[in-house]
């Protein structure tokens, strides 16, 4: 039998603190979240390890490391309303969930926010919403939000996230061609907006009109 809370313990020590990640709410959600749950059985005994894993669909669950780096810069205080671009796995769904007030989550793939949505409310999670749609429009009725985070790799920032946040707000996404990115975070501004890069990253593609096209 697998011991799942000492390895989520040694995932977030070897992969998470060991890479610099400070922000203490952000390690004890990653302590707590048991990530095994978000992948097939049969994968159960790969979930802690320091890559990402198929969850169907051609999707992926990121490496956890990427899930930390990705919520860090988000700063998260515990108030926040965010939106979450790619629900996949649910994973990230769940650790936004435990540091924010409010998740909002976009799939554009409805097994997976079918599996997802019932998933997290199993686990406890009510103070997220999950809907099947274009993530690339954003969710206009519930904007403006305090951070977006985009978990798939865009060729550019769509704008209607970009005129989804708050001045203030903080958004987080992969821009490249479709075999790399670099991680990219958005800082919202009176006069428009701040860009910084975090590095490199590789995710699947971000379909949508905003985003790269399906197929």
């Given amino acids: 039998m697998i011991d799942f809370p000492r390895a989520r313990l040694k995932m977030v020590e070897e992969q998470i603190i060991t890479r610099g990640i400070k922000d203490p709410r952000l390690i004890a959600a990653m302590k707590k979240v048991p990530r095994h749950l978000f992948v097939e059985e049969a994968l159960h005994g790969q979930a802690y390890s320091d890559h990402p894993l198929p969850i169907g669909e051609k999707q992926t669950i990121s490496q956890p490391y990427m899930v930390a780096l990705m919520t860090e810069t988000l700063e998260l205080m515990g108030k926040e309303k965010v939106l979450e671009i790619g629900t996949g796995s649910g994973y990230q769904t769940a650790i936004l ?9 976009i799939e554009r793939i409805r097994s997976l926010a079918i599996r997802a949505r019932k998933l997290l409310l199993e686990i406890g999670y009510l103070n997220v919403e999950i ?8 969710w206009l009725d519930e904007s403006p939000f305090d951070a977006i985070i985009v978990t798939a790799g865009s060729p550019d920032i769509p704008q209607p996230l970009i005129d989804q946040l708050k ?36 995710f699947v593609k971000l379909i949508g009109k905003y985003g790269w096209e399906d197929g």
């Fill in 167 to 202: 001045v203030g707000g903080k958004l987080a996404i992969p821009v490249g061609d479709a075999y790399v990115q670099d991680l990219i975070r958005i800082t919202k501004t009176e006069d428009g907006v701040k860009k910084e890069d975090f590095g490199g990253c590789r």
């Fill in 97 to 105: 969930a435990e540091l924010a007030a409010k998740v909002f989550s």
């Fill in 131 to 138: 809907k099947f749609s274009d993530g690339t429009v954003g």
